[in-house]
């Protein structure tokens, strides 16, 4: 039976072209073996080889999961083998400087110039088509500034917080132990020591890593309140108490996480080492899973009133919130809550849905939730409308690698900025994009000691605190080229977008940047006057159908 299934595949004339590679190794495997057995030499191998493409081509014949090999045995194994290969050649060989994503080579190699020290002068002028749709550029000034302080920090800390914070311009945003190796972990907070900048723990937890060079720290709880949790997934105070000393600088919820918004999230069980687990309060060997949602609150006042329990557990620290933006009445509800139960935020950051994660579902990843800059024009003119831009500080994260994002970011309203992949990059990684598979070739995101052993803290360390400084550094060149001498002092009209070939504008004039409190005094005449009457203090959920028109959210508003 088996030999007429092997005829009948290879019987017909396009049956033998498609199972060429089989049939020669069967033509040539007794020659070899005759050979082997007459003459010594290399025929023994030969003899291996050609055994070898025998059996795994009767072996695709007959298996049943794959239709290409089974009519094309062994020869669809060699495209598997360059679709495996295709990253690589990509990488390396194919693609131009600024074609790589989600991070292209040139920024890849300008981080790594930095982190090592080497000069990241360009030659011969810009590469990049400046009259291309979607550019950006900064303005300069005919009498730039002499000097720029871009290690001045910026103190977060409301009257509500007795413990404020001074922040470097640019830090390591949230990733969690877990998703990051201990030795990517533990480099990183060595370099935030070194450099003087913070390290945010991500949702999973701080572990031991964290506290092992006495870097400043975020800590961040996400859905999962991994880290200070009971059993049941609940916030254990007493936990987050006990564990909030002298390195946790301030404290964080993350409300949505701009790769996959909306989605909590799950480390699989083979990654959950005990290690993990000790660190993240849950069992060892099995699947870890955010939840989507936070069971500690629901409404807005809900959550000042978690956030307001957080800092005071912490001893008066500053307590925040980091979101990516999606329905834009939900950041207006969270400024009614501030303004009716007079509970602050100490700080806002806002997350791009072009920011990086593990591993996310494609589809969250490319269609939602809001980019960057737009997400913090939305929260900075909600803080502005309402009045709170003064007490309330603001950060960005969201693909940020250079200073003329940095320079982006604070022109449209932010105060400092967090950056993840880069400073992956700083310490080995190289955009494999493994991250999810525990096979990270670098050790940066793997549990696998035999791979992390790749990665020295020392050295790492070391250029993560450079990358940062030299990143710094040029903002400083930035702004001075702007006549400037505080990078605070940039300003929406010194960022230009081009629309189209010959269509430039500054982004003022492209986004609407409200003025102070007109969100309170007349919000009809606004961009935002919907959004914001339609938004409650007590609930998420808007007041009236989004689709009704001005008129009649007016006439509901208590506002």
């Not at 590679?21 to 007794?30: E, G, N, Q, R």
């Not at 699947?287 to 800092?311: G, K």
């Not at 791009?352 to 913090?376: I, K, R, W």
Request: hydrophobic share 40%; glycine share 10%.
């Amino acid at each position: 039976m088996m030999i007429s299934n092997v005829w009948q595949a290879f019987s017909c004339r396009n049956g033998l072209k498609r199972a060429i590679i089989p049939l020669s190794a069967l033509v040539l495997t007794p020659i070899f073996l005759i050979l082997t057995v007459t003459v010594s030499g290399w025929w023994l191998i030969a003899l291996g080889g050609s055994l070898t493409l025998l059996i795994l081509g009767i072996y695709d014949v007959f298996q049943r999961q794959w239709t290409l090999t089974r009519n094309y045995p062994v020869a669809a194994r060699i495209r598997w083998m360059f679709l495996n290969l295709r990253p690589y050649f990509r990488a390396y060989i194919v693609e131009g400087d600024e074609e790589g994503l989600p991070f292209s080579y040139e920024a890849r190699r300008l981080v790594n110039a930095r982190a090592d020290g080497f000069s990241d002068m360009h030659p011969f002028g810009t590469e990049l088509d400046v009259q291309a749709p979607e550019t950006m550029w900064l303005t300069h000034s005919i009498t730039p500034a002499d000097t720029v302080d871009v290690r001045a920090r910026i103190k977060v800390g409301t009257e509500q917080c007795s413990q404020p914070y001074n922040v470097s311009l640019l830090n390591v945003s949230a990733m969690s132990f877990g998703a990051l190796s201990a030795a990517a972990v533990e480099a990183l907070n060595k370099g935030a020591a070194i450099g003087g900048f913070y390290q945010d723990t991500g949702e999973g937890g701080i572990s031991p890593y964290h506290r092992k060079h006495g870097g400043d720290l975020v800590w961040e709880l996400g859905s999962g309140y991994f880290g200070t949790r009971n059993h049941d997934g609940s916030f254990n105070p007493d936990l987050f108490r006990d564990a909030c000393d002298d390195q946790v600088k301030m404290t964080e919820i993350k409300l949505s996480q701009g790769a996959k918004p909306g989605h909590g999230g799950v480390l699989p069980g083979a990654k959950v080492t005990q290690e993990i687990a000790s660190t993240r309060k849950v069992t060892p060997g099995e699947d870890c899973v955010s939840p989507r949602a936070h069971s500690m609150f629901s409404t807005p006042i809900e959550l000042l009133q978690f956030a307001d329990q957080m800092r005071s557990l912490s001893g008066g620290k500053p307590v925040g919130i980091k979101l990516c933006v999606g329905h834009i009445y939900e950041v207006m509800a969270i400024m009614k809550a501030m303004r009716e139960t007079g509970i602050l935020l100490d700080f806002i950051v806002v997350d791009g849905s072009e920011g990086g994660t593990g591993a996310a579902p494609l589809e969250l990843s490319n269609h939602v939730g809001m980019p960057l800059l737009e997400g913090l024009v939305v929260v900075r003119n909600a803080l502005v409308g309402a009045g709170l831009r003064d007490k309330v500080r603001l950060a960005a994260s969201g693909k940020l690698y250079s200073a003329s994002g940095l320079a982006a970011c604070l022109a449209v309203g932010a105060d400092w900025c967090n950056a993840a992949r880069p400073f992956m990059f700083s310490i080995g990684c190289i955009q494999s994009q493994r991250c999810h598979t525990d096979t990270c070739p670098t050790g940066v995101t793997t549990q696998d000691p035999r791979r992390q052993r790749g990665l020295v803290v020392e050295v790492q360390s070391k250029r993560a605190a450079a990358f940062q400084a030299k990143t710094l550094e040029a903002l400083g060149n930035i702004v001075a080229a702007a006549g400037l001498s505080n990078p605070r002092d940039l300003k929406p009209y010194h960022l230009y977008h081009n629309l189209s070939s010959g269509d430039s504008k500054p982004i003022h004039h492209i986004w609407h940047f409200i003025d102070e409190k007109s969100l309170i005094e007349a919000p009809e005449e606004t961009p935002y006057g919907h959004w914001w009457l339609a938004a409650q203090a007590d609930s998420f959920r808007p007041t009236v159908r989004l689709d009704m028109g001005l008129k009649q959210s007016i006439r509901r508003s208590p506002y």
